[in-house]
Every structure is written in structure tokens, then in C-alpha cells.
């Protein structure tokens, strides 16, 4: 089984301006979160989505958002990029919902703003 | 709220040694389940393990075990003779029934040819 797949690996943008990043989960699984990793903050849950309904939402400001599509890929956005949202942004597929499974990562995007 | 504290914040040791990283965890609730990944430099977070709260019993697979011990909140991992391959960041995590995942703030291991 392929794993999950992160597009694009990397990206440069310039303060104001707006991102889009995309997860395609492991076949099958139809959770999938998101998380920012910051050297300062560590590794922080932005949202979670199972089966296009938001699940649960980390506290980021509105700028970030994200949805699911119905063949469970995900999409994050952020509008307005500020400095601090350079980071390294990790998503995870799940198969279920709930802390009995495992979450599996993509290599994740490294976002760096300028 | 669920609480994760990795104390040790890098480890360095000399390939072959054994190694134990700690992590301790806060939470009121007696159903969770805890994770360990390992983040190589590469980046990607690589799942180890998960053991859910009513299950108590140590692990062993192949250099690595864990020992959770609820009496004291830890479940800390070793790594018997450690490899250069084995340096990594390692995090471990807890996550109640439908709450997300919250993470230690990682133990960067060093293992040193």
C-alpha cells in the first residue's frame, strides 16, 4: 500500500500572501489531521477531518482552514501567511475515528515565509 | 487536559549501548491510549507502537520494549544496542477516545559510531 502523500514537499511565499497544501491518505482510510511543527511550539493538532465533517479543530486562527473531498484527500489553507507560519506541516491518515488507531504521517510540507 | 513531558530533551550515546527514553503523561481519564514515533532527519514521523490504557503489559520488538507502568504514568522506551540508524527524534504521544493527538516535545537521540 502506498503511504500518505504529501503535495508539495516545499514552498516558499511571501507575507500576505495565501497556501495550499495537500494530503492524499493511505487507500482505505478515510481520517485524516493535520499538524504544524515549529522548533519553538513542537508539534501542534490543527484539524482533523473523518469523512468530509471536521471532527476537531486545534487552536489556530481562522486563517487556517481545511476540508476533506469524498475520496478522503484533504486540503489546508492559509490566507494572509504570516512569518511565524513557516513551519514543517504534517498530515496524518487514519483508517477509523478514535484513539484506538494508529495515525500514519506523510513526509509532510516544509512551508518557509519570507 | 491530556499532558505529555519528555524531560530528556537530547540523549547522546556510543553505538551498541542501551538507551531509555522517558515520558510521563497527565490525563483524568482512565480509557487513552499512547503512542511512540520516531522522526528521522528526513522528516517524516514514523509510527512504533501504541498501547491502550488497559493493557499493562511491557513490549518487546526486536532492540526495542517499552514499559508502561500506570502506578507512576510512564511509558518510557529502550532501545538495546543502539544503532546509528536509531538517531532520530523520538515523540511520544497520548490521545483520549476522539480527541486528537497531543505530543511530548520530542527527545533528540544521538548514537555516535
Known amino acids: 500500500k502506498a503511504g500518505v502523500t504529501q503535495t508539495p514537499r516545499y514552498l516558499i511565499k511571501t507575507r500576505g500572501q495565501q497556501v495550499t497544501l495537500s494530503c492524499s491518505p493511505i487507500?482505505?482510510?478515510?481520517?485524516v489531521s493535520w499538524y504544524q511543527q515549529t522548533p519553538g511550539q513542537g508539534l501542534q493538532f490543527l484539524f482533523e477531518?473523518?469523512?468530509?465533517?471536521?471532527?476537531n479543530k486545534g487552536n489556530f486562527p481562522g486563517r487556517f482552514s481545511g476540508r476533506q473531498f469524498s475520496n478522503s484527500r484533504s486540503e489546508m489553507n492559509v490566507s494572509t501567511l504570516e512569518l511565524g507560519d513557516s513551519a514543517l506541516y504534517l498530515c496524518?491518515?487514519?483508517?477509523?475515528?478514535?484513539?484506538?488507531?494508529?495515525?500514519?504521517f506523510g513526509p509532510g510540507t516544509r512551508l518557509t515565509v519570507t | 487536559a491530556q499532558k505529555v513531558t519528555q524531560a530528556q530533551t537530547e540523549i547522546s550515546v556510543v553505538e551498541k549501548e542501551d538507551v531509555t527514553l522517558d515520558c510521563v503523561y497527565e490525563?483524568?481519564?482512565?480509557?487513552?491510549?499512547l503512542f511512540w514515533y520516531k522522526q528521522p532527519p528526513s522528516g517524516e514521523l514514523v509510527f512504533l507502537i501504541r498501547?491502550?490504557?488497559?493493557?499493562?503489559q511491557n513490549e518487546i520488538s526486536g532492540r526495542y520494549s517499552w514499559n508502561f507502568q500506570k502506578s507512576t504514568s510512564s511509558f518510557n522506551f529502550t532501545i538495546t544496542a543502539s544503532q546509528v540508524v536509531d538517531s532520530a527524534v523520538y515523540f511520544c504521544?497520548?490521545?483520549?477516545?476522539?480527541?486528537?493527538?497531543?505530543f511530548g516535545k520530542g527527545t533528540r537521540l544521538s548514537v555516535i559510531a
Open positions: 496524518a491518515s487514519m483508517y477509523g475515528t478514535g484513539g484506538f488507531y494508529e495515525q500514519y
Open positions: 487507500s482505505g482510510h478515510r481520517s
Open positions: 477531518y473523518f469523512s468530509e465533517t471536521q471532527r
Open positions: 490525563t483524568r481519564d482512565t480509557t487513552y491510549y
Open positions: 498501547r491502550n490504557s488497559f493493557d499493562e
Open positions: 504521544a497520548v490521545r483520549l477516545g476522539n480527541t486528537p493527538l497531543v
